[in-house]
């Protein structure tokens, strides 16, 4: 742990109007832009201080490379609470046997073991348009990279981990289909392990 005393003010002042969450979600879904979606999402957390949660999330595609998201979370365990942010934007479209490539920038507002901390991150991320059963699925891998910051005694340490998932629709009758996804987590580095599962809805 080291002193960081700028990094930790900038933070504390981004973190009165924005903040960002715990798995990568359903931003790597191919939504059409300014489509949005509304998702409940299940969490289970498998590692020390660990626990089951809910957690919702706000997802919303503004152009052709960008996809915004926000929400908040409350679970049991020592990591019990949680608001979020993200910004994800397209480096490489999903094309014959190139994997879409984005680079999902993200800041988090968490309570663990009752410590209230802010991460600030990024999360290289590759997925791919797969046919299954004539279905279109999307499975994806995310490397979430964060500092995350203690503003109590203005330390920081890093976090890293590897978020393996998959989204799809969920085929419904009507027009509004709903997506899904899940998506393990596995603690690499000061991280934890565990699964989530969520579903979203189109909102107008």
Do not use: C, H
């Amino acid at each position: 742990m080291k002193k960081f005393g700028f990094l930790a003010t900038l933070t504390s002042m981004v973190i009165g109007s924005n903040v960002w969450a715990y798995g990568t979600g359903i931003s790597t879904f191919p939504i059409s832009v300014e489509n949005k979606l509304i998702s409940a999402e299940f969490t289970g957390i498998t590692s020390n201080g660990g626990g089951v949660g809910l957690q919702t999330r706000f997802t919303q595609k503004i152009n052709e490379q960008s996809t915004v998201d926000a929400g908040l979370g409350i679970g049991g365990g020592e990591r019990s609470a949680r608001l979020f942010a993200g910004y994800d934007y397209e480096i490489l479209p999903d094309y014959d046997y190139q994997p879409k490539t984005t680079l999902k920038a993200f800041i988090e507002n968490a309570k663990e073991f009752g410590v209230r901390r802010n991460v600030l991150g990024i999360a290289p991320t590759f997925s791919k348009g797969l046919s299954v059963s004539e279905k279109e699925i999307f499975p994806f891998i995310s490397l979430p990279f964060g500092i995350s910051l203690n503003n109590k005694n203005n330390t920081y340490a890093t976090s890293l981990s590897a978020n393996l998932g998959v989204t799809g629709a969920i085929p419904t009758e009507g027009s509004k289909a709903l997506t899904a996804s899940a998506e393990a987590i596995i603690g690499l580095k000061d991280s934890f392990s565990g699964g989530f599962i969520s579903v979203g809805y189109p909102i107008e």
